[in-house]
C-alpha cells in the first residue's frame, strides 16, 4: 500500500521512462531506395487521423523517390507525442519529427535538443517567403524548421443555408453581433462552439486580441511584456463577453469535433475555428465540403481592420540526436519544395502550402481561398499555445474556460488577475 | 496496488517464525543456511523497495526545491528573478514552488478540495452502500449470486474504461440522461461533465458506482469470516437483526473494517483515471493526482513544481498510513 502511494509521488523522476508508444505504428515507406548514407532514416510522425497519416505517407513516399533515402515512420497519436515531446527528444527520438512552427518550436531549438538547418534552408530558402522563415527560425537567429502547411483560422458557414435564409456575410463586429440575433431567432444556435479539450477557445481570444488591439500588441503579450491585467486584455473579454449569449452554451462540455457536426447539420449557423479541423471533419463525417465556406472573423478595430489572423504552421524538425542528419536534411530540402507540398496536399484537403507561387492543381475552394486570404493579412500569429510559453498557455486554457463558465465583469477581473500572477511565476 | 486483505500482515513472516523460546540473542543461533535464507527473503524485496520506491521519492521531495523543465541537467546555483524561464532552468529555487502552488496556482486549493470532498463520498456513501449490498446478499436473498455479479462487474472493469462508458450516459446531446429527461436540446442540455459546479458530483457517481462493488465484496468476506456461533448465540439471547449485525457481527469484523478504512482512502488520493478520461481534470475537476501528472508529463514539464505537488501529495498520503501501520504494530505487541 505504502509502496503504491511513494511509488506514485516517485513516478515524478523516472521521466522518460513515461514515453508511451501507445497508438504507435511504423511503416516504411514503399518505393526501395538502397539505404543510401547509412540505413533508413526514422521519422516521427504525429499525423495520426487517417487522411493525414495516408497524405504523410504519400510524402514519405515521394522524398525516398527523389533523395534514394529509406524512411521508417514512427506515428504516434498527437495527444501522446505532443505531451511526451520532451522525453521523447532526450531518449531516442526519431532522426526527423513533426512539430509547430514559433515559439513552440523556439523553445525547443533553445534547449539544444534539435538541430540547426541554415544549410538546408540556403538551399530551399528561394521557396520561402520571408514570413515563412521568420516562423522557421529559433531565438538564436538559425532555423530549425522546414513547415509544410498552415491553415487560417476563420468563421466558417454553410453556403446553401446563408442563401436559404438570406443572411449576409458580416463584416463589422455589428454587423456579425447583428446577424447572431438574427439566427438566434430563427431558433438556430448562432455560433457553434466548443471547449472541451480546453485549446480551441484559445483561437476566439486570439483574434479578439489582434482585432481590438493589433498584432504587436498580442505578441508582447504572448512574450508577457504586457501585463495580463492590461486594459486591454479587459476589451477583449469585454467583447467575448457581448458574444457569449450567441454561442453554443456548455461549451466546456463538448468536445469541437460535435460543434462541427451542429454546423454539418445546420442547427448553427456558423463556427470560428482552423480549417484544420472544421473542413477535415466535414471530409471525416462526408458531409457536403462544397457547401462550406468561411469569412475572415469580422473587424472590430477600424485602425486594424481585417489584417490579421491566426494561421498555425505545422513543419518538421531534426533531432539533436539523430544518427542520419546527412540523409534526414536530405529529406528536409525536398520537403522543403513547392513539389513536396503539392504531393502532400494531394490527399489534404483542408490546409495550404506555404511555398511562394505555389501551384496545386487539387486544390479545392476553401483552400483557394484560403491561401489568398492568409496573403491578405500583413501578419499571421501561430495561435496561443505555439505563441506563448507552453505553461502559460496551459495557465491560459483554464482561465479561459473559468470565463466561459462565468463571463460577468466581476470574473473577468479575477481572472485576469489570476493570469498575471501565473504569469509572473512562469515567465521569471 | 493491491491491498492485502488478511487480517492482520505480520511484517515479516520470517522474523514471526523465529523459536518460540526466543532469547534476547536468538537470531544469531540461527544456522548459516537460515540467516542466508532470511538475508534473501527480506533483502531482495528491501532492495527492489528502496530502489523503486524510496530513491524515486526521495528524489522527488529533492526535485521540489529546483525550477526544472526536465531538459539538461541540475545545477545549484540559485534562480536568478526576471529571466525568461529558458535561462533559468535547473536552478535552485528554494521553497518557491511550494509558495507559489499555495498562493498563485489556481488549481491547487480546489484540488486539494476535491480530493477532500472525495474522500468524503467514499467514506459516507461508497463504504456504507457496499457494506449494505455485502449484508444484503450475505443474508442469502433469491437471485444474491446475480446480484453479487451485477455490482461486482464495474470493478472488474478499469477506470478509465468507467469513464469511458459513463461518458454516454452524460454526453450533453446524444447521453441517455439528457435524452430520457428530455433535456439534450441546443439550449436546455444540462452539461453534466463541463459545467464546473456539477462535474464533480457527475464523477463521483462514476467512482461510487465503482467503489461499492469493491467494498461489497472485501465486506462479502470478512462476514463469511464471522463465527456462526456467534450469531446463533446473539439469537438465542434474543437480539433483532439489526442489534446482531450492529453489536456483534460488526465489531467482530474490525481487522476488515480497518482494511477497508484504509483502501478507501487511498483509493481517493490516487483517484485519478476518471477524471483523466473525462477532461484531463481541469474545470472543475481538479485533483492533486492530475496536477502532479499534468505539470511533469507533457509538452508543459514544469518537473519541480510538479514535484513539489507530488510532495504534497505524500505528505497527505503519509498520515492514514502512519496510523495504519501504528495500529498494526501496537496490535503486534500487545499479541
Known amino acids: ?428 | 496496488m493491491s491491498s492485502s486483505t488478511r487480517t492482520h500482515a505480520p511484517v515479516a513472516p520470517a522474523v514471526a517464525e523465529a523459536p518460540a523460546r526466543r532469547r534476547r540473542r536468538g537470531v544469531r543461533r540461527m544456522s548459516r543456511r537460515d540467516r542466508i535464507a532470511v538475508a534473501l527473503l527480506l533483502g531482495i524485496p528491501l532492495l527492489i523497495d528502496i530502489a523503486f520506491v524510496w530513491v524515486p521519492a526521495l528524489g522527488t521531495v529533492a526535485l521540489s526545491f529546483f525550477k526544472w523543465n526536465g531538459v539538461g541537467s541540475l545545477s545549484t546555483k540559485t534562480c536568478q528573478p526576471n529571466l525568461p524561464s529558458i535561462l533559468n532552468n535547473g536552478c535552485m529555487d528554494g521553497v518557491q514552488n511550494f509558495h507559489q502552488a499555495a498562493s498563485n496556482y489556481p488549481a491547487f486549493w480546489p484540488a486539494v478540495w476535491h480530493n477532500l470532498i472525495w474522500l468524503g463520498v467514499f467514506v459516507f456513501i461508497a463504504t456504507p452502500l457496499g457494506m449494505l449490498f455485502a449484508v444484503l446478499i450475505d443474508r442469502g436473498i433469491k437471485g444474491s449470486r446475480m446480484y453479487q455479479s451485477i455490482l461486482f462487474l464495474p470493478v472488474m472493469l478499469s477506470l478509465a474504461l468507467v469513464g469511458i462508458i459513463w461518458e454516454f450516459m452524460y454526453s450533453q446531446n446524444l447521453g441517455l440522461i439528457n435524452t430520457v429527461i428530455g433535456r439534450n436540446g441546443s439550449t436546455n442540455a444540462i452539461d453534466w461533465l463541463g459545467d464546473p459546479h456539477i462535474n464533480l458530483w457527475a464523477v463521483l457517481v462514476e467512482a461510487t458506482w465503482r467503489q461499492s462493488g469493491y467494498v461489497m465484496v472485501l465486506y462479502l468476506a470478512g462476514l463469511k469470516a464471522v463465527d456462526p456461533t456467534l450469531r446463533e448465540a446473539a439469537l438465542v439471547d434474543g437480539a433483532n437483526a439489526w442489534q446482531t449485525f450492529w453489536r456483534v457481527v460488526f465489531p467482530v469484523m474490525r481487522p476488515i473494517n480497518i482494511v477497508i478504512m484504509v483502501v478507501t482512502v487511498i483509493e481517493s488520493l490516487r483517484a485519478f483515471d476518471l477524471v483523466y478520461i473525462t477532461n484531463k481534470g481541469i474545470n472543475g475537476l481538479e485533483l492533486l493526482s492530475v496536477l502532479v501528472t499534468s505539470n511533469i508529463v507533457g509538452e508543459t514539464q514544469r518537473v519541480g513544481f510538479g514535484s513539489a505537488l507530488g510532495v504534497v501529495l505524500l505528505v497527505i498520503s503519509l498520515v492514514p498510513i502512519t496510523i495504519f501501520l501504528y495500529q498494526t504494530f501496537r496490535r503486534e505487541e500487545s499479541r
Open chain 1, 1 to 428: 500500500m505504502l509502496r503504491g502511494i511513494a511509488g506514485a509521488a516517485g513516478l515524478a523522476v523516472v521521466s522518460g521512462g513515461l514515453l508511451t508508444a501507445c497508438d504507435s505504428s511504423s511503416s516504411t515507406s514503399s518505393s526501395g531506395g538502397g539505404g543510401k548514407k547509412g540505413g533508413p532514416i526514422t521519422f516521427g510522425s504525429n499525423y495520426s487521423d487517417p487522411a493525414a497519416k495516408t497524405a504523410f505517407a504519400a510524402l514519405c513516399t515521394a522524398a525516398t523517390k527523389s533523395t534514394k533515402s529509406k524512411i521508417k515512420i514512427n506515428t504516434v497519436d498527437h495527444n501522446s507525442f505532443q505531451e511526451n515531446i520532451t522525453s521523447y527528444l532526450q531518449g531516442t527520438p526519431d532522426d526527423l519529427f513533426a512539430w509547430f512552427a514559433g515559439y513552440r518550436m523556439q523553445y525547443f531549438a533553445a534547449q539544444g535538443l534539435a538541430q540547426p538547418l541554415d544549410d538546408v534552408w540556403d538551399k530551399i530558402g528561394s521557396n520561402f517567403g520571408p514570413a515563412a522563415k521568420k516562423l522557421s527560425t529559433g531565438l538564436d537567429g538559425h532555423q530549425y524548421l522546414v513547415p509544410l502547411y498552415n491553415y487560417p483560422w476563420v468563421v466558417h458557414y454553410n453556403k446553401s443555408h446563408f442563401a436559404a435564409k438570406g443572411y449576409k456575410v458580416p463584416t463589422t463586429w455589428d454587423e456579425y453581433i447583428a446577424l447572431a440575433k438574427k439566427m438566434k431567432g430563427d431558433g438556430i444556435v448562432p455560433i457553434a462552439f466548443a471547449d472541451k479539450d480546453g485549446w480551441p477557445a484559445l483561437g476566439t481570444f486570439d483574434i479578439l486580441n489582434m482585432r481590438i488591439n493589433g498584432f504587436d500588441y498580442h505578441t508582447k503579450l504572448m512574450k508577457h511584456e504586457i501585463p495580463w491585467t492590461d486594459k486591454g486584455v479587459t476589451t477583449v473579454f469585454e467583447h467575448w463577453a457581448e458574444l457569449m449569449p450567441y454561442m453554443q452554451p456548455g461549451a466546456n462540455g463538448r468536445i469541437w469535433q460535435d460543434a462541427a457536426k451542429t454546423l454539418e447539420a445546420k442547427k448553427a449557423g456558423m463556427m470560428f475555428q482552423g480549417t484544420n479541423q472544421v473542413a477535415a471533419q466535414y471530409v471525416t463525417d462526408k458531409a457536403n465540403l462544397d457547401d462550406l465556406d468561411f469569412f475572415t472573423f469580422p473587424a472590430i478595430n477600424p485602425a486594424y481592420g481585417q489584417d490579421y489572423m491566426d494561421a498555425p504552421t505545422d513543419g518538421f524538425m531534426l533531432s539533436k540526436k539523430a544518427k542520419n542528419s546527412t540523409a534526414a536534411k536530405d529529406v528536409l530540402e525536398y520537403i522543403g519544395s513547392g513539389a513536396a507540398e503539392a504531393t502532400y496536399l494531394k490527399t489534404d484537403q483542408w490546409d495550404v502550402g506555404l511555398a511562394t507561387g505555389l501551384k496545386v492543381p487539387t486544390y479545392n475552394a476553401i483552400q483557394k481561398k484560403s491561401v489568398a486570404e492568409i496573403a491578405k493579412c500583413k501578419a499571421v500569429g501561430q495561435f496561443m499555445d505555439r505563441d506563448a510559453d507552453p505553461a502559460m498557455a496551459t495557465a491560459m486554457i483554464s482561465v479561459i474556460q473559468k470565463f466561459i463558465g462565468d463571463p460577468s465583469t466581476g470574473n473577468i477581473a479575477k481572472l485576469q488577475k489570476s493570469a498575471e500572477s501565473q504569469a509572473k511565476a512562469i515567465y521569471s
